[in-house]
């Protein structure tokens, strides 16, 4: 049975719009387990624009499923994780302007630097995931770099205009899966994954995990964050 893993980074974003202390990300975490989550997704940025250090920290203290932390590869990133220890850091590419992260990380760009983090991580015992496109050449290249799970990019799958782009888009999906279990790799998804076009990865069965945030925060605001995370994992449950 896949399992949902809740990102929480937009209850932050709501609390850093008024510049105040609530809505409280940390506690939200706390709800989402309680509803059933078995794990809780942030990412420190290193503009910290919505989760921040202090979240971190009081994340590691109360998750008692599974924190993954996301991050960029860079030193200041590699340290604090070092220091946290989440169960999981994903890697992820990030740019100062986007409103959020807008396609899978380069691995063939630079691998040795992305093993280098790699084997930084590992020897904190901490797992390892790439965010990737779904695209066979950056699965490939995660798993020689030393990956224990990837996570598919779903954000183009979601943003298509047609049926017909959607479901050429879903297919790569299912290609980048069948590949990725070929190479004995976790596999999650995630990425402008909502409560509509979720629906047919039923067919997926592969995926482990799913990593969702922003769906259900948007829906959280009309029926209650933890409404609103139940929702999500009764629509997963039976994938």
Same mark, same amino acid.
């Given at each position: 049975? %896949?399992?949902?893993?809740?990102?929480?980074?937009?209850? %932050?974003?709501?609390?850093?719009?008024?510049?105040?202390? !609530?809505?409280?990300? @940390?506690?939200?975490? $706390?709800?989402?387990?309680?509803?059933?989550?078995?794990?809780?997704?942030?990412?420190?940025?290193?503009?910290?624009?919505?989760?921040?250090?202090?979240?971190?920290?009081?994340?590691?203290?109360?998750?008692?499923?599974?924190?993954?932390?996301?991050?960029? %590869? @860079?030193?200041?990133? @590699?340290?604090?994780?070092?220091?946290?220890?989440?169960?999981? #850091?994903?890697?992820?590419?990030?740019?100062?302007?986007?409103?959020?992260?807008?396609?899978?990380?380069?691995?063939?760009?630079?691998?040795? =630097?992305?093993?280098?983090? #790699? !084997? =930084?991580?590992?020897?904190?015992?901490?797992?390892?995931?790439?965010?990737?496109?779904?695209?066979? +050449? =950056?699965?490939? *290249?995660?798993?020689?770099?030393? *990956?224990?799970? #990837?996570?598919?990019?779903? $954000?183009?799958?979601?943003?298509? $205009?047609?049926?017909?782009? *959607? =479901?050429?888009?879903?297919?790569?999906?299912?290609?980048?899966? !069948?590949?990725?279990?070929?190479?004995?790799?976790?596999?999650? %998804? $995630?990425?402008?994954?909502?409560?509509?076009?979720?629906?047919?990865?039923?067919?997926?069965?592969?995926?482990?995990?799913?990593?969702? +945030?922003?769906?259900?925060?948007?829906?959280? #605001?009309?029926?209650?964050?933890?409404?609103?995370?139940?929702?999500?994992?009764?629509?997963?449950?039976?994938?």
């Amino acid at each position: 049975m %896949a399992r949902l893993a809740v990102n929480i980074d937009h209850i %932050a974003t709501i609390r850093q719009a008024r510049g105040i202390n !609530e809505p409280d990300p @940390v506690l939200a975490a $706390g709800i989402a387990e309680l509803a059933g989550a078995e794990g809780i997704i942030c990412h420190l940025r290193e503009d910290r624009r919505h989760i921040n250090d202090r979240d971190l920290s009081l994340l590691r203290e109360i998750v008692k499923t599974k924190l993954n932390m996301e991050m960029a %590869a @860079v030193d200041e990133m @590699v340290d604090i994780a070092r220091n946290i220890k989440p169960n999981l #850091v994903t890697l992820v590419p990030e740019r100062r302007e986007e409103l959020t992260t807008e396609g899978g990380l380069d691995i063939q760009s630079n691998p040795e =630097q992305y093993r280098k983090v #790699v !084997e =930084q991580l590992k020897e904190k015992g901490i797992r390892v995931s790439f965010f990737v496109d779904p695209d066979p +050449g =950056q699965i490939e *290249a995660a798993h020689q770099v030393g *990956a224990d799970i #990837v996570e598919i990019h779903t $954000g183009h799958y979601s943003e298509a $205009g047609t049926d017909s782009e *959607a =479901q050429e888009r879903f297919e790569r999906v299912v290609s980048s899966v !069948e590949i990725s279990e070929g190479l004995k790799l976790g596999i999650s %998804a $995630g990425h402008g994954l909502n409560y509509v076009n979720i629906k047919p990865f039923k067919v997926l069965p592969l995926i482990e995990e799913y990593s969702i +945030g922003h769906s259900i925060v948007a829906r959280a #605001v009309i029926v209650g964050f933890e409404k609103a995370v139940r929702e999500m994992i009764s629509l997963i449950k039976d994938f």
